[in-house]
């Protein structure tokens, strides 16, 4: 008996340890399971180092994003200076050029065009086409621009025929410039609005009396007339009264000795530095007031056989002579220094 005990014992002890260290390795292993499950969640814990390389990328998108926004800024302000200030000018307006509210002024001058531009808004008032190649005006161009009060054509290549009917349908038309041009005539369509005439420095020839009244006594506006430096041998008969200001700086020698018949000349509120020289002879009364003579040449009134002058009257006031320099050679065929005023 007992040694069928003792084996069966044994076992018993086998067993009993064999469930404690069973229950030790269980006991063991959840530990080591939550150890092993620890872990990665320790790894997981670790993973928002992930999470900066996010923000990093986030934020290069912002900066991205600025640095787009401030280059489409930028182009933005480029389009808009090349708007304002377009590097290649074209001879064709374009409505969205000038609001209704900055078309006052247009400025088209120096742009090398032959015609005059398309498209320059209706409500212009000031058009500004000097130093150009415009040769031609396209007929009742202008008669919509019920606005426009200043037009300058300087410096161009306008003919007589170019500008035939080009200006009489603007109404409000004041000052017109054709200064530096080839006319010949002057226009004979000119609005009767007109206030201020340029045609210096073209081709402009003698026309008759008739014509003269026929072009230019319309303008009952006309203040200022400009023709000087062109090939007018007399100055025009015929002019309107209003003209107030014919602005003559110098006469040529002899310009008026043709004129046998005149009997008067009155050439106040010029510029004239010098009285003009010889004087017709048949004159009767010479009025220079007004100017800014000074000086009396000796062939002004003195000049030819006659030893004395038909002159009874010359009218030098308001001007800048200084009576001691004056030669007195100048008034030899006068009769009297009473003649002559000075103040």
């Known amino acids: 008996m007992p040694n069928t005990t003792q084996p069966t014992f044994k076992p018993r002890t086998v067993m009993e340890n064999d469930t404690k260290l069973s229950g030790k390795q269980n006991k063991a292993s959840p530990s080591q399971l939550t150890k092993a499950s620890a872990k990665p969640q320790l790894t997981t814990t670790r993973t928002p180092s992930m999470r900066p390389t996010k923000s990093n990328k986030s934020g290069k998108n912002k900066t991205i994003k600025k640095s787009k926004e401030k280059k489409r800024k930028k182009d933005n302000k ?13 001879p064709y307006f374009m409505n969205n050029y000038c609001p209704p509210e900055c078309a006052l ?13 398309y498209g320059i808004p209706y409500n212009a008032r000031y058009i500004l086409l000097m130093n150009n190649h415009i040769n031609s005006i396209q007929l009742d161009l ?27 349908g603007i109404p409000a038309l004041k000052r017109l410039y054709l200064d530096k041009n080839l006319l010949k005539s002057v226009p004979n369509d000119l609005p009767v609005s007109l206030e201020e005439l340029r045609l210096d420095n073209n081709r402009v020839r003698v026309l008759s009396e008739a014509a003269w009244a026929r072009l230019l006594s319309p303008l009952c506006n006309l203040r200022t007339l400009n023709l ?22 110098k006469v040529a ?30 004159l009767h009364s010479v009025a220079l007031t007004h100017n800014k003579i000074q000086s009396v ?7 030819g056989n006659k030893s004395l002058s038909g002159l009874v009257q010359v009218q ?10 004056l030669d007195a050679q100048a008034f030899r065929c006068l009769r009297g220094f009473q003649v002559v005023h000075f103040y």
């Open 105 to 117: 002024l247009v400025q088209c001058s120096d742009k090398g065009v032959n015609t005059v531009p």
């Open 78 to 90: 480029t389009q808009k200076k090349k708007a304002i200030q377009p590097t290649t000018p074209s």
């Open 297 to 303: 040449p000796r062939d002004a009134f003195c000049w």
């Open 253 to 282: 020698p002899g310009a008026f000795r043709t004129l046998s018949v005149l009997h008067q000349l009155d050439m106040s509120h010029n510029t004239l530095r010098q009285v003009p020289r010889q004087l017709p002879q048949g």
């Open 316 to 325: 030098l006031e308001h001007n800048l002579i200084d009576l001691g320099k």
């Open 142 to 168: 202008f008669n919509d621009y019920t606005s426009m009060e200043f037009l300058v054509l300087s410096n161009n290549q306008l003919t007589d025929g170019a500008i035939e009917g080009a200006f009489e």
């Open 228 to 249: 000087d430096h062109n090939q007018l041998t007399s100055v025009p008969l015929g002019l309107p009264l209003s003209i107030k200001e014919n602005k003559i700086f």
